[in-house]
Nanobody, 113 residues
Framework: VQLAESGGGLVQPGGSLRLSCAAS????????MSWYRQVPGKGREFVAS????????DYADSVKGRFTISRDNAKNTVYLQMNSLKPEDTAVYYC???????WGQGTQVTVSS
């Protein structure tokens, strides 16, 4: 199982980023996927999840209305569209396959003026 996040970077408050997580080594369309984030000194925090079919999604209260999780099973990729970013969204963002608890290496998102 391999998960590779990309798309992080530095963005100003109010800006947008789209994160991608490319999956390999398993049948992607069979699994629920999630995004988490972590800041130094704290545990990983749930951000969003999406079922295998994409018909059900869930979000942390802190990102509802600003972030959108989606997936393309043909491309073995899950996305996180992040809009109206705030400085408190600064973190390393991780992709996770829920079953078996597999994680990617993370991608840094920094929201700062």
């Amino acid at each position: 199982v391999q998960l590779a996040e990309s798309g992080g970077g530095l963005v100003q408050p109010g800006g947008s980023l789209r994160l991608s997580c490319a999956a390999s080594g398993f049948t992607f369309e069979d699994y629920k996927m999630s995004w988490y984030r972590q800041v130094p000194g704290k545990g990983r925090e749930f951000v969003a999840s999406i079922t295998w079919s994409g018909d059900a999604v869930d979000y942390a209260d802190s990102v509802k209305g600003r972030f959108t999780i989606s997936r393309d099973n043909a491309k073995n990729t899950v996305y996180l569209q992040m809009n109206s970013l705030k400085p408190e969204d600064t973190a390393v963002y991780y992709c996770k396959r829920n079953a078996g608890s597999y994680w990617g290496q993370g991608t840094q998102v920094t929201v700062s003026s």
